[in-house]
């Protein structure tokens, strides 16, 4: 049953994909939604983003985690290596847990 989801998934995804570089040059779009269209892909990613990093089974997550997003997020933006983010994020998380920080 697992491989017959995954192979629908794929499939699935494979004719999205397919559809938007066949239908390309068909859909005559107005100007308005192709120059939204590149930032409505980033919202997208922003809000799941978000919501990872904020929820938990549907509640908050407490302040542990988002925590650890911000610290990830500040060495990012200030280009430390993907390591040193990775784990510091990480690390901020887990020390504010083991401090009892929900």
Do not use: Q, S, Y
């Amino acid at each position: 049953m697992l491989i017959a989801v995954i192979a629908a998934l794929a499939v699935g995804t494979f004719t999205f994909r397919f559809a938007g570089v066949a239908l390309r040059d068909r859909l005559d779009l107005p100007d308005g939604v192709r120059r939204l269209l590149p930032m409505a892909a980033a919202a997208l990613l922003a809000a799941l983003a978000a919501t990872a990093a904020l929820t938990e089974a549907g509640a908050a997550a407490g302040i542990a985690r988002p925590a650890g997003v911000l610290v990830g997020a500040v060495l990012a933006w200030r280009r430390a290596p993907f390591v040193v983010v990775v784990v510091a994020a990480a690390a901020t998380a887990a020390v504010l847990r083991l401090l009892g920080v929900p």
